[in-house]
């Protein structure tokens, strides 16, 4: 078998067949297949595209590159979740612990932010003390032992997908369904997962700007998912403003707790309902969305949510302290707000705005080697639909650097938009899969 014979059929419009898939990935990822062959065939994908069950036999090729977690040892159906990401996304922090505390097993891979969106591993190390550095019995244990752990991605994992996408970063072949779906869904399979739900964001703020897309991409993964013998479901959510109203690390953990005690923002509850009561339902702990709701809420109104969240920082190294007092936490040198000119309406806050606004006061990676500073933010006092006169507060940005602020604040004030017309709120939730 020869890679220059596979590159010619599917510029061609040839079919690959699995063998020939799973030679190209095993191939590439060992170093016997240069850069500049893999490069034609991911430009020749872009182009002819690739069929339902090539795209399996690609992902599962890539899953099988590397390790292959075993989740045997863990009783009960495992849950995995996973989102697109985007600007103020903290779900995972207030939605894990919700439904561990429902009685479903989560065991979860997560990774760091890189540029204005924030890692689910960033966030959790505001605790001090917490580790996702845990070995894999260990992560094991806690699952059986507490209900959920999340540890970081190992190197083991898929590694034929770093190796993928760092070339299709820079050959232009990025934008392709297939090659955008198998690339997520070959380490959500190798992390071990029984079940999976997506949360595929859509809007300014979100990798699919286009709702079309966004959906498009969300049947993928889910047919893809299930074709490989795993439970999946998906939602797609709104990101055309951020999500709930904290940006920034501290910031967003604050109010992942206060969610927890009932008191969190309408849009980020709703979402994290809505997750949650799909994850139950894999979990089979719930037999439609109403039930896992009323049992989400619950947890909530009890406060076994918030002893759950305390219960995994704990098992992970983590001072748990400021889960039941966030004052705790650290807190930035600055604060200062931007106010609104006029009279009107929030018609629109640019959500890419407002992430690179956190990422200029230090709440964000530009590179891999940048140290994040967590107690910085954004808090969004108004949002689209709210209205406003002179004056009013907007939003407060929450610095250690008064160059940093200067900067971040004239950013925030562009990404707000105050218009005379009242816009109509659209749900945070745009469809389920």
Excluded at 111 to 126: M, P, Q, V, Y
Excluded at 215 to 227: D, I, K, P, T, Y
Excluded at 308 to 316: G, N, P
Aim: charged share 25%; hydrophobic share 40%; with cysteine.
């Amino acid at each position: 078998m020869r890679m220059y014979d596979l590159i010619m059929k599917k510029r061609n419009g040839g079919k690959l067949a699995k063998e020939e898939i799973y030679f190209m990935v095993d191939g590439y990822t060992r170093g016997e297949i240069p850069d500049y062959q893999m490069s034609a065939m991911m430009m020749a994908i872009y182009f002819v595209g690739m069929d339902e069950e090539e795209t399996l036999h690609l992902t599962m090729a890539m899953a099988e590159s590397g390790e292959m977690l075993d989740l045997s040892q863990i009783q009960g159906v495992k849950v995995d979740k996973h989102s697109t990401g985007g600007v103020g996304d903290k779900t995972s922090l207030a939605l894990t612990p919700m439904v561990a505390a429902c009685g479903v097993k989560i065991a979860k891979m997560s990774g760091r932010g890189l540029g204005h969106t924030g890692g689910t591993i960033d966030k959790l190390e505001s605790f001090k003390g917490f580790s996702t550095e845990i070995s894999t019995d260990q992560f094991i244990e806690n699952v059986n032992k507490i209900g959920i752990a999340i540890m970081g991605q190992t190197r083991e994992l898929a590694p034929a997908d770093k190796k993928l996408y760092a070339l299709r970063d820079v050959t232009a072949t990025v934008d392709n369904m297939s090659l955008i779906a198998s690339s997520i869904m070959s380490k959500k399979l190798a992390a071990g997962a029984d079940a999976i739900v997506l949360d595929v964001k859509t809007g300014s703020g979100a990798f699919m700007k286009k709702r079309a897309d966004a959906f498009a991409l969300a049947q993928e993964m889910v047919r893809l998912g299930r074709n490989a013998g795993r439970n999946t479901m998906a939602v797609v959510s709104d990101m055309d403003q951020p999500l709930g109203n904290a940006i920034g690390n501290i910031l967003e953990v604050k109010e992942a707790i206060a969610t927890l005690k009932g008191q969190g923002p309408a849009d980020f509850t709703e979402l994290c309902l809505s997750l949650g009561s799909l994850m139950l339902i894999a979990g089979g702990v719930a037999k439609d969305e109403q039930e896992g709701r009323d049992k989400l809420l619950k947890v909530i109104e009890d406060g076994s949510a918030l002893s759950k969240l305390a219960e995994f920082v704990k098992a992970q190294g983590g001072d748990d302290s400021p889960v039941y007092d966030s004052e705790l936490f650290e807190q930035a040198a600055i604060s200062e707000a931007i106010v609104s000119p006029d009279y009107g309406y929030v018609q629109k806050i640019v959500c890419d705005e407002a992430g690179i606004a956190s990422l200029i006061l230090g709440g964000g990676r530009e590179t891999k080697e940048s140290v994040i500073d967590l107690t910085v933010g954004i808090i969004l006092k108004k949002k689209v639909g709210d209205e406003v006169e002179p004056g009013d507060e907007l939003a407060v940005l929450y610095a250690n650097d008064p160059d940093k602020l200067k900067a971040a604040k004239e950013r925030l004030q562009n990404a707000y938009h105050i218009g005379k017309q009242k816009p109509a709120k659209s749900s945070v939730i745009i469809g389920v899969l």
